[in-house]
């Protein structure tokens, strides 16, 4: 199983951008998902999340903004940000339980994209 991330870009003030996160290999689907940052000079956070039952929850600074959703076929997960700032530049990583053809679950990080919010 592989979980890639992709998505980031260079975007204005107020822009907005899609992050998706993908799991590929054998009957791989995504059981539980995250979405972290890490800012330069910073610790890597924990801002967004969808549990099983697809409810999604959000640290403050995203709330409002960002939205976490899955793909119809539960091998994705995608990251809408929307009212973009500068202070939302960061690497973006995704996390996920990934389950296989087996129903044996392990722990995955998607390689992080970049996300830069500048005028």
């Known amino acids: 199983v592989q979980l890639q991330a992709s998505g980031g870009g260079l975007v204005q003030p107020g822009g907005s951008l899609k992050l998706s996160c993908v799991a590929s290999?054998?009957?791989?689907?995504?059981?539980?998902a995250a979405w972290y940052r890490q800012a330069p000079g910073n610790q890597r956070e924990l801002i967004a999340w969808?549990?099983?039952?697809?409810?999604?929850s959000y640290v403050d600074s995203v709330k409002g903004r960002f939205t976490v959703s899955r793909g119809d076929a539960r091998n994705s997960v995608y990251l809408q940000m929307d009212n973009l700032k500068p202070e939302d530049t960061a690497v973006y990583f995704c996390?996920?339980?990934?389950?296989?053809?087996?129903?044996?679950?392990?722990?995955?990080w998607g390689q992080g994209t970049q996300v830069t919010v500048s005028s």
């Open positions: 996390n996920a339980k990934v389950s296989d053809h087996l129903n044996l679950w392990n722990d995955y």
């Open positions: 290999g054998n009957g791989a689907s995504i059981v539980v």
């Open positions: 969808i549990d099983n039952d697809d409810i999604s």
